[in-house]
């Protein structure tokens, strides 16, 4: 019998709240189960592991595991649990030692070859860790965020393998080294507008003080000419203002470019989108829809009429 406790991070939008992937081997039938609110992903997160071990030559237990991810109210989402989870069995059957565990904290997707892949909206969890003062581990694919952080002991590995070793003490992980290029801004350029000198100046006491900005008129005026190139008198953006935006990025799964991650960007939707277009839609948000309207229909004073011609 063992236990072990290791430490990862879950993804809510744009935070990244602590979770403890405790693993437990019990006597019984050989069989793993995982609780906590796991969808899906995680849930399948036992296969993908126990296929990791085995080709990556570990022991697999044959006792009961039973897999508890807390806090336990919190949805469990994504294959990011796949690395605490390996870990978490490799310590509690003895392969590997927990006296520093809680030094550490894991996030990474498995192969069934034991090899690591990216995870989405790792920069979160790179935020809170450096927080915290722990040490992330994360797949190598993963570089660039980490290299965004350089503060943060981020350590950067290609398989399953490698992270046992690092544990065990026969091999160190290569450390995330922070990336220095950035670009200049390269997009548009104010000085391409002809005219328009009451825009121009506008834009230009816009951006000095910091002010907000409405551009008014019919189509074909220039609003969306000048509107692209005021990014490019305004200063760079600091390194939390960055942070910020780039952890936007990193939960949307756009790639982040070292060079150009502090240029301001431009986005131009369509004049004819509408709010839900422009807020966006997902798994999360229809069941944060679903549980609102559950929440009226309990009360009998949002009751629509309907309801109560049908309920008849």
Same mark, same amino acid.
């Given at each position: ?139 190598? +694919? ?116 070292? +060079? ?53």
């Amino acid at each position: 019998m063992g236990l072990a406790t290791v430490l990862s991070r879950a993804a809510v939008g744009i935070e990244a709240p602590q979770v403890l992937c405790e693993v437990n081997l019990s006597p019984g039938l050989p069989m793993v189960t995982i609780v906590g609110l796991p969808e899906t992903a995680v849930r399948e997160s036992k296969d993908r592991v126990r296929a990791a071990m085995k080709n990556s030559d570990f022991e697999l237990p044959s006792w009961r595991t039973t897999i508890s991810l807390a806090p336990a109210d919190l949805p469990k989402e994504g294959a990011r649990f796949d690395l605490p989870i390996a870990v978490g069995v490799l310590a509690a059957s003895g392969q590997v030692p927990d006296e520093e565990l809680n030094e550490w904290e894991f996030l990474g997707e498995l192969s069934l070859t034991g090899r690591l892949r990216a995870v989405k909206g790792a920069l979160p969890a790179i935020l809170r860790v450096r927080e915290n003062g722990r040490k992330l581990v994360l797949p190598r +694919a993963n570089a660039e965020e980490a290299g965004l952080v350089g503060d943060a002991e981020i350590y950067l590995a290609e398989s399953l393998s490698e992270v046992a070793a690092a544990l065990n003490g026969r091999q160190a992980l290569a450390r995330a080294t922070k990336s220095t290029e950035c670009k200049t801004w390269s997009g548009p350029d104010l000085a391409d507008v002809l005219g328009q000198h009451r825009a121009r100046r506008a834009l230009e006491i816009a951006a000095a003080g910091g002010h907000n900005l409405l551009l008014m008129g019919p189509p074909g005026t220039g609003k969306t000419l000048l509107a692209s190139r005021l990014a490019g008198i305004l200063p760079p953006m600091e390194e939390t203002e960055a942070l910020e935006a780039a952890a936007i990025a990193s939960v949307a799964g756009r790639e982040l470019d070292p +060079a150009t991650w502090r240029q301001r960007k431009f986005r131009s939707p369509h004049h004819t989108a509408s709010g839900v277009a422009l807020v966006g839609g997902g798994c999360q948000l229809q069941r944060l829809t679903l549980l609102y309207k559950n929440l009226r229909y309990r009360n009998p004073l949002h009751v629509p009429k309907r309801h109560h011609q049908l309920s008849r």
